[in-house]
């Protein structure tokens, strides 16, 4: 036992690059949570344009649990990078509060809605249902633009950029996901929006990158590394390919293609801050990582854990994968 231990804190597991890993593991669950939520929230914002009382309650359904990636994202941090998540979550408590606030508001609120027939009742906590669902991401973006430029202030103007392009994002996702389990109910009225969502997302990323131009301390030479210039055409490519996809009703298309916008802004977010992986400290990946020991054994309980969760999630949506009507939810 004692050899076994010795070994594992003698150096990284199998010589991998474990900080930079983590790191990116770090990355790529905060942009599951965003893609798999960010379509229940897109799918409460566009509640807000509903008319139709059969079209609205068609919508309540999409409230999942997709709320656990933020979980595990927040669990990640704190084991890989315990000083980041310290120091982020103290600068930015008003946030991250306002998050939680959302979350729990956009939870309650479908269920909150079924419960009385009443206009005013029902009016009530579809506004809520809808603020709960565009305060959620927009916060989380603000939270990601300060992450990334390195403030310690909540409020910002990259932070509500961010916030924007992030709420645009999960409309887009939210209407291809709409268009896949409504499929009779509200094509036109989600095919529009999510057109207008994908520009105004696309138009959101062009003023990001021209904020964080000033902002960041690399600048333009940051923005303009061939990783970056190539995600950026990639998602220019994927916003037309979802609008096709859209139009033509190839609504599988469509969602794969926001799911392609959606990591790759969080890979061009990871990109740009790497090496630091918090700014506002000074604080680099390989100088903010958990000692070899407790690093090693994490690594092999994420290679066992997180497998079984993508096939729980794959089951799960696997099992709920047709169309869903408003006399329905999971």
Same mark, same amino acid.
């Given at each position: 036992?004692?050899?076994?231990?010795?070994?594992?804190?003698?150096?990284?597991?199998?010589?991998?690059?474990?900080?930079?890993?983590?790191?990116?593991l770090?990355f790529?669950i905060?942009?599951t949570?965003?893609?798999?939520?960010?379509?229940?929230?897109g799918?409460?914002?566009i509640?807000?344009?509903l008319?139709?009382?059969?079209?609205?309650?068609?919508?309540?359904p999409?409230?999942?649990?997709?709320e656990?990636?933020l979980?595990?994202?927040g669990?990640?941090?704190?084991a890989?990078?315990p000083?980041?998540?310290?120091?982020?979550?103290?600068?930015?408590?008003?946030?991250?509060?306002?998050?939680?606030?959302?979350?729990?508001? !956009?939870?309650?609120?479908?269920?909150m809605y079924e419960?009385?027939?009443?206009? !005013?009742?029902?009016?009530?906590?579809?506004?809520?249902?809808?603020a709960?669902?565009v305060?959620?991401p927009?916060?989380?973006?603000?939270?990601?633009g300060?992450w990334?430029?390195?403030?310690? !202030?909540?409020?910002t103007?990259?932070g509500?950029?961010?916030?924007?392009?992030?709420? =645009?994002?999960?409309?887009?996702?939210?209407?291809?996901?709409?268009?896949?389990?409504t !499929?009779d109910?509200?094509?036109k009225t989600?095919?529009?929006?999510?057109?207008?969502?994908?520009?105004?997302y696309?138009?959101?990323v062009?003023?990001?990158?021209?904020?964080l131009a000033?902002?960041?301390?690399?600048?333009?030479?940051?923005?303009l590394?061939a990783?970056?210039?190539?995600?950026?055409?990639g998602?220019?490519?994927?916003?037309?390919?979802?609008?096709?996809?859209?139009?033509?009703?190839?609504?599988?298309?469509?969602?794969?293609? =926001?799911a392609?916008?959606?990591?790759?802004?969080?890979?061009?977010?990871?990109?740009?801050?790497?090496?630091?992986?918090?700014?506002?400290?000074?604080?680099?990946?390989?100088?903010?990582?958990?000692?070899t020991?407790p690093?090693?054994l994490?690594?092999i309980?994420?290679?066992?854990?997180?497998p079984?969760?993508?096939?729980y999630f794959?089951?799960?949506?696997?099992?709920?994968s047709g169309p869903?009507?408003?006399?329905e939810a999971?």
């Amino acid at each position: 036992m004692t050899s076994a231990v010795d070994a594992l804190a003698a150096g990284p597991l199998l010589g991998l690059p474990l900080p930079e890993l983590w790191f990116a593991l770090v990355f790529a669950i905060l942009g599951t949570f965003l893609f798999l939520d960010g379509f229940d929230f897109g799918a409460g914002a566009i509640f807000a344009t509903l008319r139709e009382d059969e079209a609205r309650e068609a919508v309540l359904p999409f409230w999942d649990g997709n709320e656990v990636w933020l979980v595990v994202f927040g669990g990640a941090l704190f084991a890989a990078f315990p000083s980041v998540y310290a120091g982020l979550f103290s600068r930015h408590y008003l946030l991250m509060f306002g998050i939680l606030g959302a979350l729990i508001l !956009r939870g309650l609120a479908p269920e909150m809605y079924e419960q009385r027939h009443d206009e !005013r009742w029902q009016r009530w906590w579809g506004r809520s249902f809808v603020a709960g669902s565009v305060l959620a991401p927009f916060l989380l973006g603000a939270f990601a633009g300060n992450w990334l430029v390195g403030t310690s !202030r909540s409020f910002t103007v990259i932070g509500v950029v961010v916030g924007i392009t992030v709420t =645009a994002l999960t409309v887009v996702s939210g209407a291809a996901f709409l268009r896949l389990k409504t !499929r009779d109910a509200l094509p036109k009225t989600v095919t529009r929006i999510g057109l207008w969502a994908v520009g105004a997302y696309l138009l959101a990323v062009v003023v990001t990158l021209g904020v964080l131009a000033v902002r960041l301390p690399a600048g333009v030479d940051a923005l303009l590394s061939a990783p970056v210039l190539a995600l950026v055409a990639g998602s220019v490519a994927l916003g037309v390919g979802y609008g096709v996809a859209l139009r033509r009703g190839s609504n599988v298309l469509a969602l794969t293609a =926001a799911a392609g916008l959606t990591y790759g802004l969080i890979t061009v977010v990871a990109i740009l801050m790497y090496p630091s992986i918090d700014p506002a400290a000074g604080l680099t990946v390989r100088g903010a990582i958990v000692s070899t020991l407790p690093l090693n054994l994490m690594s092999i309980g994420a290679a066992l854990l997180l497998p079984l969760i993508a096939t729980y999630f794959a089951v799960l949506y696997s099992a709920f994968s047709g169309p869903v009507t408003a006399d329905e939810a999971y």
